[in-house]
């Protein structure tokens, strides 16, 4: 007659099986506070963000954009070939809006083109940048300004700096400790054209930029009508979108803003 095999642990001594027991109750409970700790640290992550990036002096954010831009302008950006009349056009009107509020952070527009798509983006230093292909693909002036001052909007909030600190945060910490930001350059630096924003910082760069129009008599449809009208186009316009996507609370909260 076949028997039925018998589980190795019923043969072990008892003192055996006790320590057995031990063992796997012991990797259990380990396993177990690796997985809160992981979840703690997320948690925790982006507030430690913040305060690396409230840490950072001013003069050492403005270098590591500077030291950015330079590596972006040797791998990725190419100089604009955008007709230098409508350059001037988009920049004087872009610099004679009126910042509301407590004014607008210190800030310079530069044009490119090259690898990075249709897209715009911001760099702790100050600088705007904005690509030929992404002002061939807005309709007009109106959504242009409309871009350029949702990008204020992030670097009124700084948070650029804090997505770098987020991403790099021993490097960014170091850059503090040492006062060299050679290492968050070479950690981050080349990928800050492709760093998505959180819906929430989106909505607070959407809010400082309707705020930004409306003071300054424009029309906040310009908000939402980026977001369509590269929505509508081919992958090669939609750069834009995929670091500043168009999730439902966003739209909405637009769409609630130009129905004031």
């Not at 609370?249 to 129905?259: F, G, K, T, V, Y």
């Amino acid at each position: 007659m076949q028997t039925l095999a018998v589980p190795e642990l019923i043969d072990t001594p008892a003192p055996g099986r006790r320590r057995v027991l031990r063992h796997w109750r012991g990797a259990l409970l380990l396993a177990v506070a690796c997985a809160v700790l992981a979840a703690a640290w997320q948690l925790a992550r982006p507030a430690a963000a913040d305060m690396l990036a409230d840490a950072m002096p001013p003069e050492l954010a403005a270098q590591a954009g500077q030291d950015m831009l330079r590596e972006l302008d040797i791998h990725t950006l190419l100089p604009s070939e955008l007709d230098g009349a409508r350059q001037q056009r988009i920049s004087s009107a872009f610099a004679s809006l009126q910042a509301p509020h407590e004014g607008a952070p210190r800030h310079r527009l530069l044009f490119r083109s090259g690898h990075a798509g249709a897209t715009a983006f911001t760099l702790p230093s100050g600088d705007i940048i904005v690509t030929d292909a992404l002002l061939r693909a807005l309709p007009d002036d109106g959504a242009v300004l409309a871009v350029l001052a949702h990008e204020l909007g992030h670097l009124h909030r700084s948070h650029m700096l804090r997505r770098l600190t987020q991403e790099a945060m021993l490097p960014a910490a170091a850059s503090i400790v040492f006062g060299n930001t050679d290492w968050l350059v070479s950690s981050v630096g080349a990928r800050v054209p492709q760093l998505a924003w959180p819906p929430q910082a989106e909505i607070e760069a959407d809010d400082y930029a309707a705020d930004l129009l409306e003071h300054n008599g424009l029309s906040l449809r310009n908000l939402a009508e980026v977001q369509e009208v590269l929505s509508r186009q081919g992958s090669a316009q939609r750069a834009y979108l995929a670091i500043h996507p168009p999730c439902a609370d966003r739209l909405a909260h637009q769409r609630e803003r130009s129905a004031l």
